[in-house]
C-alpha cells in the first residue's frame, strides 16, 4: 500500500500522484478515473522498476 495525494489540478482536471515514487502522476476528469489512473501508474512504475533490477 502506498500513500496517493489526490488534488483539484487545472482545467477541471483531479491530479493524483505517489510520493514515493518519484515522477509517478496521473490524473482524470473524476476522481474516480484518477483513483484507476493512479493505481495503473503505480503497478507500471514498480513493475520497470522489477525489470530494471
Given at each position: 500500500m502506498r500513500q496517493v495525494l489526490?488534488?483539484?489540478?487545472?482545467?477541471?482536471?483531479?491530479?493524483?500522484e505517489c510520493p514515493s515514487l518519484?515522477?509517478?502522476?496521473?490524473?482524470g476528469e473524476r476522481r474516480?478515473?484518477?483513483?484507476v489512473n493512479?493505481?495503473?501508474a503505480i503497478d507500471l512504475y514498480v513493475e520497470s522498476l522489477t525489470?530494471?533490477?
Open positions: 489526490i488534488y483539484p489540478g487545472e482545467d477541471n482536471f483531479w491530479v493524483a518519484p515522477r509517478c502522476i496521473s490524473q474516480e478515473e484518477v483513483i493512479i493505481r495503473e525489470e530494471v533490477g
